[in-house]
Every structure is written in C-alpha cells, then in structure tokens.
T-cell receptor, first 114, second 113 residues
C-alpha cells in the first residue's frame, strides 16, 4: 500500500538558514503529493502541492519538486523565519489531483531561532 | 479563518464507553473527512462523507462510524472504546470529494483510560 517516509525531527535552525525536509514515498500509479503545515495551536493547512512528475509546488517561499525517479518530494526554503516554526507533514493523495484518502508522514517539527 | 470547527476540544472516556465527536464544515463544502492522529504520528484516514453517504473508508473497524447531516456537518462515533483509541481526531471539509483539503479543524483530543 501507499506510505510516506519523512525526515525525523526535530530540526532547529537559525533565522535565514536554508531548510530541507526530506520526504520519500511508496505508491502505485501517479499520486498527488502535498505538504501540510501545522502552526502551534492551529489545525493543519495545505502549504503546497504537485500533481504530476517534475511539477514544482511553491507557496510562502517554500518549494517542493515531484521527483518520480527518486520517489521524493523534498521541502525547501532558502531563508527561514521565526514564523516558520511549525510541524510539517508530507502527504500522498490519489492520482489525477485528488486528495481523497491522504496518507501522511509522521511530521517534522521545525524550530527557527532568532 | 478556516471555517472548520470541532467539538468538544478535549474529552476523557473510560474503556468500553461510546463517544460522539462533532464537526461543522466550511460554508459551501459538501464533503467531510475524518482522520485519527496518534501521538507522534501523522494523521490516518478514517472515512469520508459526501452528501450524507459514506464515500470511502480507511483501515478502521466497524465500531468507528459516522453521519453527515443535510447541512453537511458530521459526527464521528466510536463504540466500545479501547485504550489505543486515545488520539487527536481531525475533521476536514472540501468542496467535493475530488477537491483539495485546504484546512483541517483544530481537532478533538480523546483520552481513553
């Protein structure tokens, strides 16, 4: 079945540092891939997505590229801010853009210090 | 403003009891999905409701059941509670079953003792 393996946390960075959170997946077909973020005290919210190979999702300075050859969807940001401190979840959905029955990774806690 | 609300925020139950959790979907959304998030884990899909019918189910036993009402709000019912049911239960709504889930509700923290 589908599964997502996400980089173990916690990750602690200084402000303006470069961020990478690794995510790899196992799935049949061509799933859609998502990153969700959970800020302290809030529910999960969709950060970005990609629906097919070589697509790049981007939002709020974060980027992730759908790599079919390496079954990966790593999250990157060039310069993190204190406000980026949150838990980040990689998720896998259905093919064709559907996010029905999402499969999530365990989440990675990011702390950014001033 | 996500528009998805859940109640109650926290709940403590005893093993063997039954519990009902509630979710109000975002305005205009006719699809509700429920997820269970155990401590230190990612959310796991329980089931989805679309226009008052179950529209898919994850790997959860029948004692996990749900309802969706004409206003598209939803309930999650769990019978014969077990200690392993202790988790954060998340609800999310979407425009329809094929639309992205933009926001999850804040969740209900269930503790089974």
């Amino acid at each position: 079945g589908n599964s997502v393996t996400q980089m173990e946390g916690p990750v602690t960075l200084s402000e303006e540092a470069f961020l990478t959170i690794n995510c790899t997946y196992t799935a049949t077909g061509y799933p859609s891939l998502f990153w969700y973020v959970q800020y302290p005290g809030e529910g999960l919210q969709l950060l970005l997505k990609a629906t097919k190979a070589d697509d790049k999702g981007s939002n709020k300075g974060f980027e992730a590229t759908y790599r079919k050859e390496t079954t990966s969807f790593h999250l990157e940001k060039g310069s993190v801010q204190v406000s980026d401190s949150a838990v980040y979840f990689c998720a896998l959905g259905g093919s064709g853009g559907s996010n029905y029955k999402l499969t999530f990774g365990k989440g990675t806690l990011l702390t950014v210090n001033p | 403003e996500t528009g998805v609300t859940q109640s109650p925020t926290h709940l403590i139950k005893t093993r063997g009891q039954q519990v009902t959790l509630r979710c109000s979907s975002q305005s205009g959304h006719n699809t509700v999905s429920w997820y269970q998030q155990a401590l230190g884990q990612g959310p796991q899909f329980i089931f989805q409701y679309y226009r008052e019918e179950e529209n898919g189910r994850g790997n959860f036993p029948p004692r996990f059941s749900g309802l969706q009402f004409p206003n598209y709000s939803s309930e999650l019912n769990v019978n014969a509670l077990e200690l392993d049911d202790s988790a954060l239960y998340l609800c999310a709504s979407s425009l329809d079953p094929s639309s992205d889930i933009g926001y999850f509700g804040p969740g209900t923290r269930l503790t089974v003792t």
